[in-house]
């Protein structure tokens, strides 16, 4: 077995992270990470007539950038495992029409990222492909669109808010050819702690973040301090605050090495008040930020848990809670 | 005409309304469909119970401008319709008193959808 | 049961976490602009009255439909929604705010066609403000005829 204790799979043939890109919007260039994406869009409509094809673009050049980074064709990506916001995922398939490769849909919202590289380590571990492709995007117009409200709308965002990322991020895992390894990584349960504010994400998601962090920590017998970086996808500022209480109320002390994307992203003066969401967020940090440094050394050991809520806009008019999701990946430098 | 007066009282009771909007919002978290309505039925239930009137001889277009004088003109029209032909002026008056103000959103939705585009927000 | 006392107490925390953001500047901004887009419909009225010699009740009309125009204009070229933004049910709460709830999903949706989606979604947000609008006037029309 590969399995260690409830939630956990530790990988014991070493996939590894062999390549990985991010393309992002403007505003998300002008952020925080600017300097480490990829490729920066000048127009997030990137030559399209719609933002959901400029998603689905976004998410193909990803690819082919992913690709080129790893020093592989396209034709040698086994399994391409990718997942969207969009209704019915149609940004991950339609960008998977040009790829002629075997393609899996995830679907995890937000934490769609951590679930494509959870499946994908597992199937280059068991031995079913050698070479995985795995991608999300997300566009704020096209979210803006499907989940609120028209753009040209004269409503003020509520001061809870996030700003859904625009970007795209993919990465490339193989059996072999790089020293950043996925060592293990934590399937979450779905939590609902009856939250039903559609403009508070983090606050909803924060519960699946602790609850899989927990089961993390337990299943691998570490504490958070081992971690030179312990990275949430999209919690937003107060989302992470929350996870920072709720983590000391399990007894779980998070430090310095502590920090969320969604957080991170935007720059004070950018006005997104809580920060980004989306599941480009991490997607596109990893690929960038966090590849870079694990490939300089500056980062040896990396947990990343990212963080989804799944519920439509049908289940919130009806008056549902949201219910939230958290998968945990754990990316290692070994030398 | 161009009196001062009226203008300072249009200013103060048109921007007291968006206030109480604003204050709704807040406090309420409601959304902006919301808020149409509400205000809208205030204006029928005010001209229903003929508050509206001299409420619109005092401040002007500092009500008729917000939506609750969109409602209070569908009121109006039924009411006065309703009086003049009956049980068919109920159904006609209302729309009828407003059908320029339908016409004109309905056409310049039409018009500037059809020529513009949706802008990403900075 | 347990998880129930559980949500609570998070959802109770939450509100606590949430940062308190003063309600005043928002406030102002809305009454402020609210009141100047009334004054400027006042301004169309009585130029209407004076120079184009419209009856008061015509030169009303003519008012609000101008407004609406303006609204669905700048909505158009991308600025009614800063302004929505910055003034909140200050733009809202008057006319323009209808026909800017008519405009904004006729844009956003025309990739979708010109039938079904900028036409269908033109009344996604205005559509209840007429639904309601038109059977609370027949209400109240039918209650003044009982009376």
Known sequence: MNKIGKQTLLYKNKPCLLGGYAVVGPKEGQGNFGKYFQTVLKDDLFGENSYEAAESKMMQTSFYGAVDDAGIRNVDVDVFVAGDLMNQIVSSSFAARSFDVPYLGMFGACSTMAESMLVGAALVDGGFARIVACATASHFSSVEKQFRYPLELGTQRPPTSQWTVTAAGCSILSEHGSNIIVESSTIGKVVDWDVKDVNNMGAAMAPAAVETLKAHLSDMGRSPDEYDLILTGDLGKLGSEILFDLAEYNGIKLGNNYCDCGQMMYTNEQKTFMGGSGCGCIASVINSYVLSRMRKGELRNVLLIATGALMSTTSSQQGNSIPCIAHAVVLKRRD | MFDITSYIITFLIGGAICLVGQILIITTKITSARILVTFLLLGVVLEGIGLFEPIKDFAGSGVTVPIIGFGASLAKGAIEAGASEGVLGIFTGGLSATAGGLAAAILGGFIFGVLCNSKTKK | ?147
Do not use: Q
């Open chain 3, 1 to 147: 049961m347990e998880d129930n006392t559980r949500n609570a107490r998070y959802n109770a925390y939450v509100e606590s976490k949430m940062a308190k953001t003063k309600p005043w500047p928002s406030l102002f901004r809305a009454f402020w602009v609210g009141g100047l887009i009334c004054i400027l419909g006042e301004v169309i009225k009585d130029c209407a009255i004076l120079w184009f010699g419209v009856e008061e009740e015509a030169a009303g009309t003519w008012e609000l439909m101008i407004l609406i125009v303006l609204a669905a204009f700048l909505t158009g070229v991308g600025i009614f929604d800063k302004i929505g933004a910055y003034a909140g049910a200050g733009t809202i709460v008057p006319i323009t705010g209808f026909s800017n709830s008519i405009a904004s999903p006729a844009i956003e949706f025309k990739r979708e066609g010109v039938i079904f989606g900028l036409m269908a979604k033109m009344f996604v947000i205005a559509g209840p403000v007429i639904v309601s609008g038109v059977c609370a006037s027949v209400l109240v029309g039918l209650i003044h005829i009982l009376l």
